[in-house]
């Protein structure tokens, strides 16, 4: 019988970590070469920092558009590379990089904290500044909760059924956190800095109706320590807005003080890295490891300038060397989409 | 020349040149002052310039638009004269201004 729960195992060219504007490029200047990827990035959704960061902020300088939000860009993007029809896979992050193949004949074994695993020929490294992982507030002695009582998501709300949770934000993540875990939980305590939410109005009027019903706590303050014991959090010390110290009893604290990039485990996969940047060559964006290329804010090399406009030209030339390592036997010829009837029908236009 | 003053959490005080119509972040980061990061480059998009406004010149310096509360909720003890430095315009009427950096940012 099959594990059902494990994912199968996907074989492919390419396999793309991150998804923000120039993994998502890369998927055209591949595509064009009859290359197919697989993206993989920790966010729920596509975009990056672009997505993630700043949706609605205007971009001046990318080369066509005097201006463009970072949605906007990211929505084109999607639109340019819909004729290649790449796979996501989304709220995951790639943990394991394996040599399987050669230097001259290389294959990697790409595993996430999913359980997915990739086999493929290549893989292009555009994780940008790292991955997404929420930030942790930096309360003195908060490591030794981190395996019983403190979260910074939650896998499974089951897992926190009947417990004391005490939920330290302002935004959606934690509204919504507070919504659904209210009616499991023993008691729900939402704590944030001021009584004013970023998050959605409907979300937190649904919050003060629970609060007014006294089926869950409001409290106005900022968790300033933790006491417990053997890594089990008995209760949270607070300061107010009147500067006056209070505990709020709880087992669980869950909190979301948004999201911060983290190199994460690209650090462990043998590249060579440079200040938490991965070198690549000029004419490839290769990096130490025939087969691995970084493109985008992720690699460096003499004069890169950290620009989205950067990382579409690194993307369209490590193309060209990933074509090599994929058709090893194939001729590359060198074709303009204004004027190849190939490229055209692979584009679905005409 | 605006002169803009930043005080560490040890007490250090470090007095600079801003130019007016930059940001307070921005004049920390040209004359390498440490305590401030602006990992988003001034975006108002990640609260790691997080300073406290002297008590002196809280008034004058003013509060934070809703825009900077949002992401005051993402610093790390947040006061009554929390601001994000990259929010806060140089100019002459702050020549003089002091600023205290946190012990670390978030």
């Given at each position: 019988?099959?594990?059902?729960t494990?994912?199968e195992m996907?074989?492919?060219?390419?396999?793309?970590?991150?998804?923000?504007?120039?993994?998502l490029?890369?998927?055209?200047?591949?595509?064009?070469?009859?290359?197919?990827?697989?993206?993989?990035?920790i966010?729920?959704?596509?975009?990056?920092?672009?997505?993630?960061?700043?949706?609605?902020?205007?971009?001046?300088?990318?080369p066509?558009?005097?201006?463009i939000t970072?949605?906007?860009?990211v929505?084109?993007?999607?639109?340019?590379?819909?004729?290649?029809?790449?796979?996501?896979?989304?709220?995951?992050?790639?943990?394991?990089?394996e040599?399987?193949?050669?230097?001259?004949?290389p294959?990697f074994?790409?595993?996430?904290?999913?359980?997915?695993?990739?086999?493929?020929?290549?893989?292009l490294?555009?994780?940008?500044?790292?991955?997404?992982q929420?930030?942790?507030?930096?309360?003195?002695?908060?490591?030794?909760?981190?395996?019983h009582?403190?979260?910074?998501?939650v896998?499974r709300?089951?897992?926190?059924?009947?417990?004391?949770?005490?939920?330290?934000?302002?935004?959606?993540?934690?509204?919504d956190?507070?919504?659904?875990?209210?009616?499991i939980?023993?008691?729900?305590?939402?704590?944030?800095?001021?009584?004013?939410?970023?998050?959605?109005?409907h979300?937190?009027?649904?919050?003060?109706a629970l609060?007014?019903?006294?089926?869950m706590?409001?409290?106005?303050?900022?968790?300033?320590?933790?006491?417990?014991?053997?890594?089990?959090?008995?209760?949270a010390?607070?300061?107010?807005?009147?500067?006056?110290?209070?505990?709020?009893?709880?087992?669980?604290?869950?909190?979301?003080?948004?999201l911060?990039?983290?190199?994460?485990?690209?650090?462990?996969?043998?590249?060579n890295?440079?200040e938490?940047?991965i070198?690549?060559?000029?004419?490839?964006?290769?990096?130490?490891?025939?087969g691995?290329?970084?493109?985008?804010?992720?690699?460096t090399?003499?004069?890169?300038l950290?620009?989205?406009?950067?990382?579409?030209?690194?993307?369209?030339?490590?193309a060209q060397?990933?074509?090599?390592?994929?058709?090893?036997?194939?001729?590359?010829?060198?074709?303009?989409?204004?004027?190849s009837?190939s490229?055209?029908?692979?584009?679905g236009v005409? | 020349?605006?002169?803009?003053?930043?005080?560490?959490?040890?007490?250090?005080?470090?007095t600079?040149?801003?130019?007016?119509?930059?940001?307070?972040?921005?004049?920390?980061?040209?004359?390498g002052?440490?305590?401030?990061?602006?990992?988003?480059?001034?975006?108002?998009?990640?609260?790691t310039?997080?300073?406290?406004?002297d008590?002196?010149?809280?008034?004058?310096v003013?509060?934070p638009?809703?825009?900077?509360?949002?992401?005051?909720?993402f610093?790390?003890?947040?006061?009554?004269?929390?601001?994000?430095?990259c929010?806060i315009?140089?100019?002459?009427?702050l020549?003089?201004?002091?600023v205290?950096?946190?012990?670390?940012?978030?």
């Amino acid at each position: 019988m099959s594990n059902s729960t494990t994912p199968e195992m996907i074989s492919t060219d390419v396999v793309i970590v991150g998804a923000g504007p120039v993994g998502l490029f890369a998927v055209f200047e591949l595509g064009l070469l009859d290359i197919k990827a697989h993206l993989i990035d920790i966010l729920p959704k596509v975009g990056g920092q672009c997505a993630e960061l700043y949706p609605e902020k205007p971009i001046y300088d990318i080369p066509g558009f005097p201006v463009i939000t970072g949605q906007g860009l990211v929505e084109n993007l999607m639109r340019q590379i819909e004729p290649f029809h790449p796979t996501f896979h989304l709220n995951q992050m790639v943990t394991e990089l394996e040599r399987i193949g050669t230097e001259t004949a290389p294959r990697f074994r790409v595993t996430t904290d999913a359980g997915q695993v990739f086999d493929c020929k290549t893989v292009l490294i555009a994780a940008g500044g790292g991955s997404f992982q929420p930030k942790k507030p930096p309360i003195a002695g908060i490591d030794a909760y981190e395996e019983h009582s403190v979260f910074y998501a939650v896998r499974r709300m089951e897992a926190l059924r009947d417990r004391t949770v005490l939920i330290v934000g302002g935004g959606d993540s934690a509204l919504d956190w507070t919504l659904n875990l209210q009616p499991i939980a023993r008691r729900v305590t939402l704590m944030h800095r001021r009584d004013d939410f970023r998050a959605a109005p409907h979300s937190v009027e649904q919050m003060r109706a629970l609060v007014a019903a006294d089926k869950m706590d409001l409290r106005i303050g900022q968790v300033t320590g933790l006491a417990g014991a053997d890594g089990r959090l008995s209760a949270a010390i607070c300061r107010g807005a009147d500067n006056g110290v209070f505990e709020v009893a709880c087992d669980t604290m869950l909190p979301f003080f948004g999201l911060t990039m983290k190199l994460g485990p690209i650090a462990e996969w043998g590249l060579n890295l440079h200040e938490n940047l991965i070198p690549a060559d000029t004419e490839k964006f290769e990096t130490s490891v025939p087969g691995i290329f970084a493109v985008g804010d992720i690699n460096t090399y003499p004069g890169k300038l950290k620009l989205i406009l950067s990382g579409f030209h690194e993307a369209a030339l490590a193309a060209q060397k990933v074509h090599r390592y994929v058709y090893p036997e194939k001729r590359l010829l060198f074709q303009y989409t204004t004027s190849s009837t190939s490229l055209q029908k692979k584009l679905g236009v005409n | 020349m605006t002169a803009i003053t930043f005080i560490d959490h040890q007490g250090t005080a470090r007095t600079v040149d801003g130019v007016d119509g930059a940001t307070v972040m921005e004049t920390a980061v040209r004359h390498g002052v440490p305590g401030i990061e602006a990992e988003c480059g001034g975006a108002c998009a990640c609260a790691t310039c997080h300073v406290y406004v002297d008590a002196a010149w809280a008034e004058k310096v003013g509060q934070p638009a809703s825009m900077e509360e949002d992401m005051l909720d993402f610093a790390f003890d947040v006061r009554p004269t929390s601001r994000l430095s990259c929010q806060i315009k140089v100019s002459a009427a702050l020549d003089g201004l002091v600023v205290h950096t946190p012990e670390r940012q978030a």
